[in-house]
């Protein structure tokens, strides 16, 4: 008999009970399947009633996020042989609210993502006949880091100040948020910051750091909030000057 | 025509974990944050120490070396090994942080993280040279 692994799935079915519990299935082991591929065979072979999210499978939808093992992951990119030899716990996104099994409700994040205006912002357009808006290589590095966020929400689940203060903005929001003001040719930065200065912004971050642990698009979320903080401070500091805006 | 119906929005039967108390204990990381967070405490502590030394310098030598005897005691030399240690946690971690708050452009291009930190560390020596050398001429 070929080897098998476990994964222990965290179930919860609104309509029999009232808390989560954990369900076994024994799957295949094979070197080049991740806990999705797991997930996936459960679904196919022993329980059709396993609710999870996913898509792509490659690490570029971002709708596969789970706990592994406490740990927030993208489930297409946590293969099994890095968790032997098991058991393999799966659990939804950690401080979401669950819907079922492993899926969670994530319209909190979408409304604050879009409070930070994460589009290019321009006080006035420019006609069609002054051509595209052109950038540099350097430019284009100003803020393509922030650009590979795939809002997959694993920074969401390590962030603890999350748990603890659900209204914070969070940490990819903010990411891109710093996407669009690290951009040259947006011009959003001051409303931005309005936002992000406020009591759910960029103050109520302790820089835990563990959201850009978690990223696994390597955006550094952690960085962009401190940034921000520096950005806010100067600001703060040029309205108390006499000469200072405002 | 009758007035519109009115109806609610369907809402799914969440499930929301509570966040325990001890969360700072399920994860290494988290701990060492919270440690860190600690550390604060023993910058200010330090700060005070230091503060107190200024004062007695400016009282006078008789002050001073009051000060000092009691700062030779063995509950005072334990409470700053332990002020040190908080203090060498805090300025490494907070240090090697910097780059991540420091995106510095020069040229268009990013400062490497190495020399900012670096910068961070060598300001941090000339500065503590620099009191090193005020308090020994004392």
Partial sequence: MSATVTLEVARYRPEQESEPTFQSYEVPLRNDWVVLDALNYAKDNLDGTLSYRWSCRMGVCGSCGMMVNGEPKLTCAAFLTDYLPGPIRVEPLRFFPVVRDLVVDISDFMSKLKKVKPWIVRRQERALSEGEYRQTPDQLDAYKQYSMCINCLLCYSACPIIGLEPSFIGPAAIALARRYDQDNRDQGAGERLDILSGHDGIWQCTFVGECSEACPKSVDPAGAIQQYKLTGAFDWFRTLLPWGER | ?138
């Avoid at chain 2, 969440?14 to 399920?26: E, G, N, P, Y």
């Fill in chain 2, 1 to 138: 025509m009758s007035a519109p119906s009115s109806y609610t929005l369907h809402h799914p039967k969440w499930f929301r974990h509570r966040v325990s108390v001890f969360w700072w204990l399920q994860k290494r990381s988290y701990t060492v944050f919270v440690l860190r967070e600690l550390t604060s405490v023993f910058v200010a502590l330090f700060a005070a120490f230091t503060l107190w030394q200024i004062r007695s310098a400016a009282a006078g030598e008789e002050a001073y070396a009051g000060l000092m005897a009691r700062l030779g005691t063995p509950a005072f030399v334990v409470l700053n090994v332990v002020a040190l240690a908080f203090l060498l946690f805090h300025s490494i971690t907070w240090f090697n942080l910097a780059p991540k708050a420091m995106a510095v452009r020069l040229g268009g291009k990013r400062v490497p993280d190495l020399v900012i930190a670096g910068s961070n560390y060598v300001a941090w020596l000339v500065l503590s040279a620099a009191v090193a050398f005020i308090l020994l001429a004392l």
